[in-house]
């Protein structure tokens, strides 16, 4: 199927780009515009090229789904398709309406003219998948807007609208109405005035004392660029356009490109670029599924979650109502969210008006009546069974027909919660994580009988609240939690044989992690994780676990709210302080234990704590509990704190190779005797093929 388009209007030829969704420039549109443009140049009848995409894009840039693949160098590759418009001998005329991206926006730049409508969107994102331009925008774009606008625009990567550029040369017009007659309008004008081609690449770059420019530049990208190597190369390619003639700056850049693009920063970028989308899919959900409207919405619990929940709602518009049992505990949480809508007043991030409308949106009530019209009601009350029981026993008594009916339980079935009702299949799981107002990640459990319309509802509403939706199966924990169990066991095993809660720690977030496990169960309260191993020792007795955390535990010591935990913190801080008593305390606890302390490294910390979620992650894989390797990353990046330059725990392991994985892994069990280690089926399987899990 041809991705283009070819039109002769009078004597201006059209070639449409049509490539939906966002015309990224794959293999089939680049051969697509070189064919237009050389018909063009052929017909004897045709004096101007305009070349325009959809209402939704002129391009998006690169077609991200060919990266990697042989496709995304085959030629005509996007470099020559630059070089063939700049080359036409007919004027040759960018039409750029919705989003013009990366090299999107580089091909209109190979064009003698660019004409666009005010609110288009522009710009050069490639920052933002580890890369920088790489089809002449570091070297184009400092030629026709200047050199500090171009670095800026490529370091930030954010959009800007056209309109905004109505100072600089890069639009010869903007265009009010319909874009296609403006762009004939406009090449009748080119035609008529037999306006000179104007080629980018011949301008010259104009920068006094570029020196200091660029190594305040340096300077300034090294202090925030962190592990990512790609600003840095931004600046020097920006340094080439200065300083080199175009076709030598061309070299310099691509061999940049291709550098970022081997880098596993740039991996993990675009990984997480995609994940993020693939997330959104649910493979026997079609996309046309249709939803439930949600106009309404109930939340049951005012506590820590329940206000957290209602707040992504009231932020987006949705009316909520919350209930309580009792008036004092519906106060003080009404309480908490208009306190945490005050702060971001004084902190200037909201306004007063903002204020009013959403606390507008809110209704207390200790009455399930009230909850008659809502479409989605979540509870988010006490962790226990029983009590799950009632809420649900009576919302299936209240609840409105085709209402959606969800737990934000974190570790309890769903499957039963739904069976407590007659509707299961309006029955779902909606994990969000605390601060439920700021965190990202909502996992969508789906029970054996949820209905896929209620799945669609639920990833179309996550949407519209900006949360980044994972569905996950049924079972203990979830996809987060059920691997965070094993991360934080074997950092219990690290202190029995020799090592401190504040080495773990360091070691962890020296490699990216945001907190190590230790500063995260002071933080969440050691008493949560204390309630799921006494559960444990009892369902599950063949799990091992060091034992230490419960001593710790039985004094007391559950982190940042009683002052104390693994670590110690003044009051009203929260910068966790080393403990001498919880040394001396594991002095003493491997001195039962006969245990001789030895000197681990920080490579073996990381190692044993970030391979023990590869294991589990793969066994939540092989299950089913989530459809693909990258939801698991999604998981970790937008929800635990797991360093986005590495891309998610899976990718991490496809990084490091999985044959090298499992042959870790092999030997913890061999150190450990622990069942754990033995490689979860499925990465032995891939192992021994030489694949990974993306
Ligand atoms: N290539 C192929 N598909 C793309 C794409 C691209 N460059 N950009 C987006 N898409 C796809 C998405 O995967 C998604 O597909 P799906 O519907 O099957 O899930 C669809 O377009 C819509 O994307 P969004 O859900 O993100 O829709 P939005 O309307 O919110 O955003 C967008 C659209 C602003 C284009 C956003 O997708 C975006 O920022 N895309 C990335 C743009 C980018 O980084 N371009 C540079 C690529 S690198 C490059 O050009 C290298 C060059 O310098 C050599
Ligand atoms: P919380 O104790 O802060 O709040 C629970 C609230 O529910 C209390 O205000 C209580 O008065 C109310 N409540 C209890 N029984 C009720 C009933 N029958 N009807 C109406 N209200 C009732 O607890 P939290 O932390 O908000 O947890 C709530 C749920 O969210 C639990 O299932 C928990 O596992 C889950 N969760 C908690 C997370 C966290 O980090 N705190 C993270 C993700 C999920």
Not at 278 to 302: L, M
Not at 480 to 507: C, K, S
């Amino acid at each position: 199927m041809s991705a283009t388009q070819y039109q002769v209007h009078g004597n201006v030829a059209v070639i449409t780009l049509d490539n939906p969704p966002v015309n990224g420039l794959g293999y089939d549109l680049r051969c697509g515009i070189v064919a237009g443009v050389d018909q063009a140049n052929a017909d004897p009848a045709v004096q101007a090229i305009v070349l325009i995409g959809s209402a939704r894009a002129f391009s998006g840039g690169a077609d991200i789904r060919e990266f990697g693949s042989p496709r995304s160098i085959q030629e005509p590759n996007l470099l020559t398709v630059i070089r063939v418009v700049e080359a036409s001998v007919k004027p040759t005329i960018a039409a750029i309406g919705g989003v013009c991206m990366g090299g999107g926006l580089e091909l209109t730049l190979g064009c003698h003219f660019r004409i666009a409508l005010p609110d288009a969107s522009i710009a050069l994102p490639e920052i933002k998948l580890g890369l920088l331009p790489g089809a002449g925008g570091t070297q184009r774009m400092p030629r026709i807007i200047g050199v500090e606008a171009s670095l800026n625009m490529i370091l930030k990567g954010d959009p800007i609208p056209a309109a905004q550029f109505k100072d600089s040369p890069l639009f010869d017009e903007y265009v009010e109405g319909d874009l296609l007659s403006g762009a004939l309008a406009f090449a009748a004008k080119v035609v008529a005035e037999k306006r000179p081609l104007r080629r980018i690449r011949d301008m010259k770059v104009d920068y006094p004392n570029h020196e200091a420019f660029l190594q305040f530049s340096r300077n300034m990208v090294k202090g925030v660029a962190g592990p990512f190597p790609a600003p840095l190369k931004c600046v020097d390619a920006i340094a080439a356009a200065i300083t080199k003639p175009f076709d030598e700056g061309m070299k310099i850049e691509r061999e940049f490109f291709m550098g970022l693009m081997g880098t596993p920063e740039s991996r993990a970028l675009r990984h997480a670029f995609q994940g993020e989308r693939a997330a959104s899919k649910i493979p026997d959900v079609p996309d046309d599924t249709p939803t439930r409207k949600i106009a309404r919405v109930g939340v049951i619990g005012a506590g820590t979650m329940g206000g957290g929940i209602s707040m992504n709602f009231l932020n987006a518009g949705v009316p909520v109502t919350i209930l309580e049992m009792k008036q004092e505990a519906l106060d003080k949480g009404i309480g908490t969210i208009r306190k945490n809508y005050e702060n971001s007043l004084k902190k200037g991030k909201l306004t007063q008006e903002k204020l009013d409308t959403r606390m507008g949106l809110l209704t207390g009530t200790m009455s399930y009546d009230d909850l008659k019209d809502c479409d989605l009601i979540i509870e988010a009350v006490f962790e226990d069974m029983g009590v799950k029981e009632q809420v649900f026993k009576k919302l299936d008594e209240i609840a409105k027909p085709g209402a959606i009916l969800a737990s934000n339980t974190s570790t309890l079935d769903v499957n039963k919660i739904a069976s407590f009702t007659k509707r299961p299949q309006d029955v779902v799981g909606m994990h969000f994580f605390s601060p439920a107002n700021v965190m990202k990640l909502l996992e969508v459990v789906r029970g054996a009988a949820t209905a896929k319309d209620v799945m669609a509802t639920v990833m179309q509403i996550a949407k519209k609240i900006r949360k980044t939706a994972v569905v996950s199966g049924v079972c203990d924990g979830f996809i987060g939690n059920r691997m965070i169990e094993h991360y934080g066991r074997v950092a219990g095993f690290l202190l029995e044989e020799g090592a401190t809660p504040a080495q773990v720690d360091r070691a962890l977030e020296k490699w990216g992690m945001a907190m190590g496990p230790f500063r995260m169960g002071d933080l969440a309260g050691n008493d949560i994780g204390w309630a799921i191993r006494k559960r444990r020792y009892v369902e599950k007795p063949h799990i091992k676990y060091a034992k230490f955390a419960d001593r710790l535990c039985e004094q007391g010591r559950f982190g940042q709210k009683t002052g104390k935990g693994w670590y110690l913190y003044k009051a009203g801080e929260r910068k966790a302080i080393p403990d001498p008593e919880v040394e001396q305390m594991l002095v003493d606890y491997r001195k039962e234990l006969g245990i001789t302390p030895r000197k681990i490294s920080d490579a073996e910390i990381v190692e044993r704590c970030i391979y023990a979620l590869v294991n589990e992650g793969a066994r939540i894989l092989e299950e089913g509990i989530a459809a693909r390797a990258s939801d698991i990353d999604m998981v970790y990046l937008t929800g635990y704190g797991f360093p986005l330059f590495r891309g998610g725990p899976m990718l991490y392991a496809d990084q490091m190779g999985l044959y090298n994985v499992a042959r870790s892994m092999k030997g913890f069990a061999a150190a450990s005797g622990d069942d754990f280690w033995a490689p979860a089926p499925l990465l032995a399987k891939l192992a021994a093929e030489g694949k990974s899990f993306s």
